[in-house]
RNA sequence: GGGUGCAUAGCUCAGGGGGAGAGCACUACCUUGACACGGUAGGGGUCGUAGGUUCAAAUCCUACUGCACCCA
């Protein structure tokens, strides 16, 4: 085994051997219990980033586990088509060549797209290979494969036949550079520095003026109201009369309506129907005709006037210049206001009147609602639950319909004779109603989402009746980012709940987004993105999970720092030489006998007790989801256990003469590396595989290897404490040594003065930990006539130890490190005596949290008088 | 405007009613036959501010301040 890892060649290695045994594939087997997750499904063309790479990181660990465990585990792997992202990525391309998709018409277009996801939709999964997902391949979907299809007709119909799908004419986002209809949570909200025009408003046959305030000005050429507030008395007087629209010169009325904010502004509002979703609102409650002045390429219509052919912005600016001019701009202030942007593209959206179908949402969120309040759902962490309700409670009818090519087509025929409209999952060849043929489909395809929202059971075989979706629905656990919480967790519970009459998953759980070493969003347009795959290359694929999954709890943002990275990296090699060292060692051992009673050595006991409480913690940890607690305790026991004590005092052993023994140390030394092994497995699943293959073993894969399960005749808390005894004088000598500045290589007599029998006897039989540990010659007495003076001096809970150092020792530094000493003991004696006689303290806090107190107050004044002994007899 | 999270060592972050933790960085020593991606020892924090509950608060509660995010 080379001296360092080298993870490269080690995981092509076994993620092949993986796959080509189907170790991921699932079978159903009524007789174990299921255990399923869904894959949220990445953007089919797109490329694996930081936030897939944690994402899809938790979901390989729970996996992993739970397989271990012996659960019937299935991880279900798929992709999305990602409407408007995909789209625009092919009218790229094609715009590269010099031609638009209107050139070569719908259905070629889409054969490009096709074209385009066969070529690059491949890309993602292989990315996820290489972070190690032990998904399902096999059972690979993508939303718009047949089965999936399928499905979203299904949906369509189902819910247009309940009437929960309508076609309306209806105000909604619109972006003009995408050319599309969004939903209202794909618009961004970004805070932008921006201007309140005050416009005065002429009262028709009066001196008057009724003043507004407005942040887009440019819309005025819509108006066709202006609302108060009805109790409102500054313009109670007003309500009822017309106003003249400066500009347009039209006549607008005044109308009075709760809407308005009496607060804001001037406390009266310009009502443009066509273009402001309130407003919209306001227009349908009072009848109000849309005047539509803004058109689909956000450039001003027909009914502009004047302003027509001009953009939108710069139609404001000219606009402005004229209200000015003539006297109808009262003040310009700064303001600062939220401005909906398209997620995908950044512009500035655009509210616009269109037909467009929409699902009704009220009916679908009460069950959905319900299931998150009575724990049909759980969230992790739980305060997620009240972000899901709160929006769930205040859900608007959502709008499905999307202007673009790719996608599922709408299932909706309109009949050019007669207007029918034909919803089926089939298409029609004549019209139900006239028999005509002229059927002509709707253009628009579906938000993608809507097929996302079916992926639980989808892609487990509905509208079947598969054995898949009876076992394995509803799912286990869905994993993913706060950041779809609304988009697509929301989507999926009241898809589920309405189609399965089930939830889709008993648990969800959130975690946060990966950040720059700077706190901010890692975005392609700030460049500041790290390429997971960059870093698997470097680092390799175990560091960057390890790495992912640590120093950060479950739902909170976590930074990318390479330090970190590092540190990852680190310990994989500090695992791989642990190993090596094992392995090196192991070259004449077979596995026999297990090693019992007599023959086991104190650090044995203690090795392998230790081993069974972090077999325990670690599982209880990713019960409950602290997957980065679990992976601490492993890193911890790892390094400053196994590796710092265990392996050390394992060393003279393994170089001894004494057979046995040496067969006792290969032995446990084995069989906690590969428990070890086991338990890291999910974390880091290429390095322990490889290892654990180059161990004694049993079965073909650590994949599939039992969980190790606590065994409580192997716990053994007296061996936990005598090595605590004898690691705490070992300390204290090392610290000696290193405070005298004894070369490491110099043999050091140590007396250890232990007066109680039974402690003697102890550190008389382990005498050589503490040799082979401090690189020292130790003489145990039970008495000192005489303290030698030229030695230095520390108390442990045990022992009085004494390092004879003739010549070395400056008696003023000793006692002056001596008195340091005893200040310090003074303080924390302070502390505790304050306590015990509070009397307070000791009727009300628990007993044994009083006597642990009592014990610590024996232990430090035994240790205080101890070193003033010392000092009084160094003559201070 | 409403909501959520965060504020702990120089940096990044765990922890969470009874002795302040880790990694990195820092200091000193060490090329010891697993590992310098290493070892040993060490320095460093009134746990954001102010109240409250409690025998006991970094931890629970309230308010405030600052930062981040979400929603309107």
């Given at each position: 085994?080379?001296?360092?890892?080298d993870?490269?060649?080690?995981?092509?290695?076994?993620?092949?051997y993986?796959?080509?045994?189907?170790?991921?594939?699932?079978?159903?087997?009524?007789?174990?219990?299921?255990?399923?997750i869904?894959?949220?499904?990445?953007?089919?063309t797109?490329?694996?980033?930081?936030?897939?790479?944690?994402?899809?990181?938790?979901?390989?660990?729970?996996?992993?586990?739970?397989?271990?465990q012996?659960?019937?585990?299935?991880?279900?792997?798929?992709?999305?088509?990602?409407?408007?992202?995909?789209?625009?990525?092919?009218?790229?391309?094609?715009?590269?060549?010099?031609?638009?998709?209107?050139?070569?018409?719908r259905?070629?277009?889409?054969?490009?797209?096709?074209?385009?996801?066969e070529?690059?939709?491949?890309r993602?999964?292989?990315?996820?290979?290489?972070?190690g997902?032990?998904?399902?391949?096999?059972?690979?979907?993508?939303t718009?494969?047949r089965?999936?299809?399928?499905?979203?007709?299904?949906?369509?119909?189902?819910?247009?036949?309940?009437?929960?799908?309508?076609?309306?004419?209806?105000?909604?986002?619109?972006?003009?550079?995408?050319h599309?209809?969004i939903?209202?949570?794909?618009?961004?909200?970004?805070?932008?520095?921006?201007?309140?025009?005050?416009?005065?408003?002429?009262?028709?046959?009066?001196?008057?003026?009724?003043?507004i305030?407005?942040?887009?000005?440019e819309?005025?050429?819509?108006?066709v109201?202006v609302a108060?507030?009805?109790?409102?008395?500054?313009?109670?007087?007003?309500?009822?009369?017309?106003?003249?629209?400066?500009?347009?010169?039209?006549e607008?009325?005044v109308?009075?309506?709760?809407?308005?904010?009496?607060?804001f502004g001037?406390?009266?509002?310009?009502?443009?129907?066509?273009?402001d979703?309130?407003?919209?609102?306001?227009?349908?409650?009072?009848?109000?005709?849309?005047?539509?002045?803004?058109?689909?390429?956000?450039?001003?219509?027909?009914?502009a006037?004047?302003y027509r052919?001009?953009?939108?912005?710069?139609?404001?600016?000219?606009?402005?210049?004229?209200?000015?001019?003539?006297?109808?701009?009262?003040?310009?202030?700064d303001?600062n206001?939220?401005?909906?942007?398209?997620?995908?593209?950044?512009?500035?959206?655009e509210?616009?009147?269109?037909?467009?179908?929409?699902?009704?949402?009220?009916?679908?969120a009460?069950?959905?609602?319900?299931?998150?309040?009575?724990g049909?759902?759980?969230?992790?962490?739980?305060?997620?639950?009240?972000?899901?309700?709160?929006?769930?409670?205040?859900i608007?009818?959502?709008?499905i319909?999307?202007?673009?090519?790719?996608?599922?087509?709408?299932?909706?025929?309109?009949?050019?004779?007669?207007?029918?409209?034909?919803?089926?999952?089939?298409?029609?060849d004549?019209?139900?109603?006239?028999?005509?043929?002229?059927?002509?489909?709707?253009?628009?395809v579906?938000?993608?989402?809507?097929?996302?929202?079916?992926?639980p059971?989808s892609t487990?075989?509905?509208?079947?009746?598969?054995?898949?979706?009876?076992?394995?629905?509803?799912?286990?656990?869905?994993?993913?980012?706060?950041d779809?919480?609304?988009?697509?967790?929301?989507?999926?519970?009241?898809?589920?709940?309405?189609?399965?009459?089930?939830v889709?998953?008993?648990?969800?759980?959130?975690?946060?987004?990966?950040?720059?070493?700077?706190?901010?969003?890692?975005?392609?347009s700030?460049?500041?993105?790290?390429?997971?795959?960059?870093?698997?290359e470097?680092h390799?694929?175990?560091?960057?999970?390890?790495?992912?999954?640590?120093?950060?709890t479950?739902?909170?943002?976590?930074?990318?720092?390479?330090?970190?990275l590092?540190g990852?990296?680190?310990?994989?090699?500090?695992?791989?030489?642990?190993?090596?060292?094992?392995?090196?060692?192991?070259?004449?051992?077979?596995?026999?006998?297990?090693?019992?009673?007599?023959?086991?050595?104190?650090?044995?006991?203690?090795?392998?007790?230790?081993?069974?409480?972090?077999?325990?913690?670690?599982?209880?940890?990713?019960?409950?989801?602290?997957?980065?607690?679990?992976?601490r305790i492993?890193?911890?026991?790892?390094w400053?256990e196994?590796?710092?004590?265990?392996?050390?005092?394992?060393?003279?052993r393994?170089?001894?003469?004494?057979?046995?023994?040496?067969?006792t140390a290969?032995?446990?030394?084995?069989?906690?590396?590969?428990?070890?092994?086991?338990?890291?497995?999910?974390?880091?699943?290429?390095?322990?595989?490889?290892?654990?293959?180059?161990?004694?073993?049993?079965?073909q894969?650590?994949?599939?290897?039992?969980?190790?399960?606590?065994?409580?005749e192997?716990?053994?808390?007296?061996?936990?404490?005598?090595?605590?005894v004898?690691?705490?004088?070992?300390?204290?000598?090392?610290?000696?040594?290193?405070?005298?500045?004894?070369?490491?290589?110099?043999k050091?007599?140590?007396?250890?003065?232990?007066?109680?029998?039974?402690?003697?006897?102890?550190?008389?039989?382990?005498?050589?930990?503490?040799?082979?540990?401090?690189?020292?010659?130790?003489?145990?007495?039970?008495?000192?006539?005489?303290?030698p003076?030229?030695?230095?001096?520390?108390?442990?809970?045990a022992?009085?130890?004494y390092?004879?150092?003739?010549?070395?020792?400056?008696?003023?530094?000793?006692?002056?490190?001596?008195?340091?000493?005893?200040?310090?003991l003074?303080?924390?004696?302070?502390?505790?005596?304050?306590k015990?006689?509070?009397?307070?303290?000791?009727?009300?806090?628990?007993?044994?949290?009083?006597?642990?107190?009592?014990?610590?107050?024996?232990?430090?004044?035994?240790?205080?008088?101890?070193?003033?002994?010392?000092?009084?007899?160094?003559?201070?």
């Amino acid at each position: 085994m080379p001296p360092a890892y080298d993870p490269g060649a080690v995981e092509e290695k076994w993620y092949g051997y993986w796959e080509e045994n189907k170790f991921f594939h699932a079978r159903v087997d009524p007789e174990k219990e299921p255990f399923c997750i869904v894959m949220p499904p990445p953007n089919v063309t797109g490329q694996l980033h930081m936030g897939h790479a944690l994402d899809n990181t938790l979901q390989d660990i729970l996996t992993r586990w739970r397989r271990m465990q012996g659960y019937n585990a299935l991880w279900l792997p798929g992709t999305d088509h990602a409407g408007i992202a995909t789209q625009a990525k092919v009218e790229e391309q094609l715009a590269k060549e010099g031609r638009s998709k209107y050139e070569l018409g719908r259905d070629k277009f889409l054969e490009r797209v096709w074209q385009w996801k066969e070529q690059y939709g491949g890309r993602i999964t292989h990315q996820l290979r290489k972070l190690g997902s032990s998904c399902d391949w096999d059972r690979e979907r993508f939303t718009m494969d047949r089965g999936c299809s399928q499905a979203v007709l299904e949906v369509f119909v189902r819910l247009y036949e309940k009437g929960l799908i309508y076609r309306d004419y209806y105000i909604t986002n619109w972006c003009p550079k995408c050319h599309t209809t969004i939903s209202d949570i794909e618009v961004e909200h970004l805070d932008k520095p921006g201007h309140f025009y005050f416009i005065k408003y002429p009262v028709k046959d009066s001196d008057e003026f009724l003043a507004i305030a407005t942040t887009r000005p440019e819309t005025m050429l819509g108006d066709v109201a202006v609302a108060v507030h009805p109790d409102d008395r500054r313009y109670a007087h007003l309500v009822g009369k017309t106003l003249i629209l400066p500009v347009a010169d039209r006549e607008i009325p005044v109308i009075a309506d709760e809407y308005v904010d009496p607060e804001f502004g001037t406390g009266a509002v310009k009502i443009t129907p066509a273009h402001d979703p309130n407003d919209f609102e306001v227009g349908q409650r009072h009848s109000l005709p849309q005047l539509q002045v803004i058109n689909r390429d956000a450039v001003m219509t027909e009914e502009a006037g004047r302003y027509r052919g001009l953009d939108r912005w710069e139609c404001r600016r000219q606009l402005v210049k004229e209200l000015d001019a003539r006297g109808y701009l009262i003040k310009v202030d700064d303001h600062n206001h939220a401005v909906g942007h398209c997620y995908r593209c950044s512009t500035v959206i655009e509210p616009m009147l269109s037909k467009q179908w929409f699902v009704r949402m009220k009916p679908l969120a009460e069950p959905a609602i319900q299931a998150a309040k009575d724990g049909q759902v759980r969230f992790v962490p739980e305060r997620f639950t009240k972000i899901y309700l709160n929006w769930m409670e205040n859900i608007r009818d959502w709008c499905i319909s999307r202007q673009l090519w790719w996608g599922h087509r709408i299932p909706v025929w309109y009949c050019a004779d007669c207007g029918e409209v034909i919803v089926t999952k089939t298409p029609p060849d004549k019209c139900v109603k006239c028999g005509g043929t002229g059927l002509e489909q709707d253009p628009d395809v579906l938000d993608t989402w809507f097929s996302s929202g079916l992926w639980p059971f989808s892609t487990l075989g509905w509208p079947d009746k598969t054995v898949e979706l009876a076992h394995y629905y509803p799912t286990s656990v869905l994993v993913t980012g706060r950041d779809i919480i609304f988009f697509w967790v929301a989507r999926m519970i009241f898809s589920g709940l309405a189609f399965m009459d089930q939830v889709p998953f008993r648990e969800v759980f959130i975690h946060g987004l990966v950040l720059d070493a700077l706190g901010r969003k890692m975005s392609k347009s700030l460049g500041n993105g790290v390429d997971p795959i960059d870093v698997i290359e470097s680092h390799g694929a175990d560091s960057l999970r390890f790495m992912l999954v640590t120093g950060n709890t479950p739902g909170n943002d976590l930074r990318f720092h390479f330090e970190r990275l590092d540190g990852a990296r680190n310990f994989a090699n500090k695992i791989w030489n642990a190993s090596r060292f094992t392995i090196m060692n192991l070259s004449d051992f077979t596995p026999g006998p297990e090693p019992r009673g007599e023959v086991l050595t104190l650090a044995d006991r203690w090795i392998r007790s230790r081993f069974q409480e972090v077999a325990e913690e670690v599982t209880r940890n990713l019960d409950r989801y602290e997957l980065g607690e679990a992976a601490r305790i492993l890193y911890e026991f790892t390094w400053n256990e196994f590796c710092d004590w265990y392996i050390e005092l394992a060393k003279p052993r393994l170089y001894g003469r004494d057979r046995d023994d040496r067969y006792t140390a290969q032995y446990i030394l084995a069989d906690t590396l590969r428990g070890t092994l086991e338990l890291l497995h999910p974390f880091m699943p290429f390095i322990t595989e490889d290892i654990w293959q180059r161990l004694p073993h049993r079965g073909q894969t650590v994949m599939k290897a039992p969980w190790p399960v606590p065994v409580e005749e192997y716990r053994d808390i007296p061996a936990e404490e005598q090595m605590d005894v004898l690691m705490e004088i070992i300390r204290a000598v090392r610290h000696i040594r290193s405070e005298m500045n004894v070369p490491p290589g110099k043999k050091a007599d140590i007396v250890l003065l232990v007066i109680d029998n039974g402690t003697r006897s102890l550190v008389e039989k382990w005498v050589g930990y503490v040799e082979t540990l401090t690189a020292g010659r130790v003489t145990i007495v039970p008495s000192l006539a005489e303290a030698p003076e030229q030695a230095a001096h520390a108390v442990t809970r045990a022992a009085e130890i004494y390092v004879p150092l003739k010549g070395l020792i400056d008696i003023d530094r000793e006692s002056a490190r001596l008195a340091k000493e005893v200040s310090v003991l003074d303080r924390d004696l302070a502390k505790i005596r304050g306590k015990l006689s509070n009397e307070g303290f000791l009727s009300k806090a628990p007993e044994d949290v009083v006597e642990k107190e009592r014990a610590k107050e024996a232990e430090l004044s035994g240790k205080k008088k101890a070193i003033e002994d010392r000092l009084k007899m160094l003559g201070r």
